[in-house]
């Protein structure tokens, strides 16, 4: 049987508003980018440096992250508890998605401490 | 005009595997029928094993819910010239629930998703002495709910119930939840919804609204979920 223990809050109605709420910081994070390329069609180096020399910018970018983070986790849970459980796979079901959910729990974790450390590691 | 019927058979007992058989029928020009006359032509007249369930036959029992060239529905009010395509009509059991045989499904894990929710009325004031009373827009909130057949159409439509039968409550049973929910005679709101506030029986709906293009009596299982979304998000913010 499956449980809830991997569930990222083990409540269906906080993990959905955190899905919505994430999703939105997201498409804020790239709707802001995609402008700003569009406003510098010729971008160097120097403006792409500034840009992100902003601490505004840095936060904005960090909480992109983590609104990423989040959402992929609530999306490939939800997936993992779909497609890999006993009804397919039979006893082998636990396994396959314990190795999915850790594969992607480690990526999700070095993706975030990767972007951090890449974000705020641009000098000001 | 002749028409090809092929329809999915299984008797766990004697074959191996499901196989579709063909049935070929010669009817007069423009002649018309509902998919479950059509059933009981080929009982009668060319193989009377085919095994499938009805009773009302006038849409009111729930009983034959099938899938009708792709698309789920009751073949006692699916009439072949909207469903047969190309003088061609495949019926097959209700999509992801165990075979019993031919089109008999095993709807138990259906039920259970249904009596999950409590279907019934839940009051603890003291019982009146005639009936407990309802004002008209009151009365008006349970319309669209309380015509569920129980057919299955919806929930075995909806790929999320075919994913998680044993934790998603699925379409036709949340409609049925919501039944109780929206009935202002109901005291048990508070236990219902918590009944409902884990990852699986509500929050695996994913909007994909299979339910509500199948139902056979026009109602809308995701619009009834979205109102119990709206009451879980009420009551726990
Ligand atoms: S909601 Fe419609 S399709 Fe679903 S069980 Fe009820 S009557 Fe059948
Ligand atoms: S809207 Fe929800 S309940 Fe209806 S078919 Fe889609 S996932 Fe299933
Ligand atoms: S036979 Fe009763 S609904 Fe079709």
């Known amino acids: 049987m499956l449980n809830n ?22 498409s804020a994070y790239f709707i802001f980018i995609l402008v700003y390329l569009f406003r510098h069609p010729h971008l160097t ?4 440096h500034a840009l992100f020399s902003n601490t505004w910018v840095k936060i904005f970018s960090v909480m992109a992250l983590i609104a990423m983070v989040l959402h992929s ?40 401490l990767f972007g951090v450390q890449i974000l705020w590691g641009v000098s000001s | 005009m002749n028409l090809l019927v092929q329809i999915y058979r299984y008797n766990p007992c004697v ?32 193989d009377e094993t085919l095994s499938f369930r009805r ?10 819910g099938m899938n009708i060239n792709g698309v789920n529905g009751l073949a006692c009010i699916m009439p072949l010239s909207q469903v047969v395509k190309k003088n061609k009509l495949v019926l097959r ?27 019934y009325l839940i ?8 009936e407990r009373l309802q004002t008209p827009e009151d009365r008006e909130k349970l319309d669209g709910l309380y015509e569920c057949i129980l057919c299955a159409c919806c929930s075995t439509a909806c790929p999320s119930f075919w994913w998680n039968p044993e934790k998603y409550i699925g379409p036709a049973g949340l409609l049925q939840s919501y039944r109780f929910l929206a009935d202002s005679r109901d005291t048990a709101k508070k236990e219902r919804l918590s009944n409902l506030s884990d990852p699986f029986s509500v929050f695996r709906c994913r909007g994909i609204l299979n339910c509500v293009n199948v139902c056979p009596k026009g109602l809308n299982p995701a619009k009834a979920i979205g109102h119990i979304r709206h009451l879980l998000l009420e009551e726990s913010t």
Not at chain 1, 10 to 26: F, H, K, M, Y
Not at chain 1, 45 to 48: K, L, Q, R, T, V
Request: with cysteine; charged share 20%.
């Open chain 1, 5 to 26: 223990a991997t569930s990222l809050s083990r409540s269906g109605l906080r993990d959905w508003l955190i899905q919505r709420a994430t999703a939105i910081i997201l």
């Open chain 1, 45 to 48: 180096y120097y403006e792409w």
């Open chain 1, 73 to 112: 986790w609530i999306g490939l849970w939800t997936i993992s508890t779909d497609y890999f459980i006993a009804r397919f796979q039979g006893s082998k079901a636990v396994y396959i998605r314990l190795a999915f959910q850790g594969f992607f729990a480690l990526l999700l974790l070095i993706y975030l």
């Open chain 2, 15 to 46: 074959h191996d595997h499901p196989y579709l058989q063909d049935y070929s029928i010669d009817f007069p020009a423009e002649t018309d029928m509902m998919v479950l006359d059509l059933l009981h032509l080929i009982q009668e007249t060319q």
């Open chain 2, 55 to 64: 009773s009302c036959r006038e849409g009111v029992c729930g009983s034959d």
């Open chain 2, 93 to 119: 059991p209700l999509p992801g629930m165990p075979v019993v045989r031919d089109l008999v499904v095993d709807m138990a894990l259906f039920y259970k998703q249904y009596e999950k929710i409590q279907p």
């Open chain 2, 123 to 130: 009051n603890d004031q003291p019982i009146p002495v005639q």
